[in-house]
């Protein structure tokens, strides 16, 4: 039954006709492929490295004592009321950052943060690495001052990308991250910096349904993908209580969410460099891709590029971004612990290369650490997770 992966993927990228039994056109079955040779190929290359945190001591960070990330679906209703719990405490602790006045508590904090470096952070160098270690810091948070005791969940864009609705991700339910908005008449969206249209789903208002309706968020929107979505705010300083708004838009998520762009990225064309492999997996100007569709899918507050932290999966999403990374960093060892690009978004205005060395600032949340310091998850400096 079960078919080896090199050649089937040959057949799908090259058009050969495939003889091997069913054909690998399930992307999530793909993924689940990918992941085992990831597994296979840590397990064989995996070597313990001493920690270099203070106090830490002799402790190492090893596959055997390593945090593990899961599947949203794949975690127990207990385990998912308590990563929703300790989201909801987020909410009830105090704001860090006094230059960023609009945050109420430590929820926006992440959200001004993000929405503070937007130019910086997308379309750069820095992009993989800077939100890896915003979901680091996001995980340590919620374990740290929020009593969690489980890992930073994933959602997984390969399964019910044709009826978000359905996903245990999105279905509404008090195991969800929240269900569609409230109808709200608008004509859909339009992504990539104006240059594609998505027709709207059946939402666009507030979230109405799961654990957090009834929670506000105070920071943006700014540049929300989603049209007749306004007042539209410019910093960080000003205030703008309202509810969170979503629009599960299945023609981002059908669309992309394919067989074919989840082996692009991982396995053929655009896997082959660090520059190819980020670009394809963000996508260019003109272009939805993987990451975007993820943002676009739920619409809203998460399909603005400075506030979408405002949406509550938007940490299930990166996490699945961040796997991705993950995975083909596995993958691709040659390519794994270098950068591409420069430090402005698209290089926008002109700047120069960015550099391993390059600090990922995040003001308040954490100490800043240079970039090399997270290209290893297993590397105790500070990282050590890996996903299943
Ligand atoms: C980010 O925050 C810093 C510190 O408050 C501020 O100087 C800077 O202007 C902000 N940048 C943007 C783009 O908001
Ligand atoms: C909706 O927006 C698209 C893209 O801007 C445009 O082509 C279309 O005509 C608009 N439709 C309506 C009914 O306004
Ligand atoms: C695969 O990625 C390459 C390199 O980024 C890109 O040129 C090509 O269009 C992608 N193929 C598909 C089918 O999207
Ligand atoms: C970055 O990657 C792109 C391909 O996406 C490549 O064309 C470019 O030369 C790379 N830049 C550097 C400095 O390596
Ligand atoms: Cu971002």
């Known amino acids: 039954m079960r078919f080896s992966l090199v050649p089937a993927v040959g057949a799908l990228l090259f058009g050969a ?6 054909p690998p056109n399930d992307a999530a079955e793909i993924l689940q492929d990918l992941q085992r040779q990831a597994e296979a190929k840590l397990r064989e290359t995996n070597k313990p490295t001493p920690s270099t945190r203070p106090g830490d001591g002799d402790q ?92 930073l969940p994933y959602w997984n864009w390969f399964k019910h990308q044709d009826d978000l609705y359905k996903s245990p991700v999105f279905d509404g339910s008090d195991t969800s991250l929240g269900g569609d908005g409230e109808y709200f008449a608008h004509n859909g969206s339009l992504v ?3 240059r594609i249209w998505l027709p709207s789903g059946k939402g666009g208002g507030c979230v109405k349904s799961g654990p957090f309706v009834g929670y506000t968020i105070n920071i943006g929107p700014v540049q929300p993908a989603m049209q007749g979505y306004t007042p539209v705010v410019t910093d960080v300083k000003h205030l703008n209580p309202r509810c969170q708004r979503r629009d599960l838009t299945m023609a981002a998520s059908t669309s992309t969410f394919t067989a074919e762009n989840l082996l692009n990225v991982t396995l053929g064309p655009a896997s082959a460099t660090i520059g190819h492999f980020q670009d394809e997996l963000q996508g260019t100007y003109g272009t939805l891709r993987l990451h975007g569709a993820g943002h676009h899918a739920m619409g809203g507050d998460g399909g603005d590029v400075f506030t979408s932290p405002n949406d509550p999966a938007f940490y299930l999403h990166h996490a699945m971004v961040d796997r991705l990374f993950w995975i083909w960093q596995i993958l691709h060892p040659a390519e794994a612990n270098k950068v591409n690009g420069t430090i402005t978004f698209r290089n926008t205005p002109p700047s120069r290369e960015g550099t391993v060395d390059d600090m990922l600032d995040m003001r308040g949340l954490g100490p800043a650490i240079p970039i090399k310091d997270v290209f290893n998850t297993l590397g105790g400096t500070p990282l050590c997770y890996i996903y299943v």
């Open 17 to 22: 006709t495939l003889i091997t039994g069913a």
């Open 60 to 151: 190492t960070c090893t596959l055997a004592n390593a945090a593990v990330r899961k599947d949203w679906e794949h975690m127990s209703s207990n385990q998912k009321k308590d990563y929703i719990k300790a989201v909801k405490c987020l909410w009830k602790l105090p704001s860090v950052d006094p230059d960023f006045s609009a945050a109420q508590n430590h929820f926006d904090d992440f959200v001004a943060v993000h929405m503070n470096q937007t130019n910086f952070i997308h379309g750069t160098a820095n992009f993989l690495t800077w939100h890896r270690y915003m979901m680091w810091l996001w995980e340590q948070k919620l374990r740290n001052q929020c009593g969690y005791t489980g890992y």
């Open 192 to 194: 990539s910096a104006g």
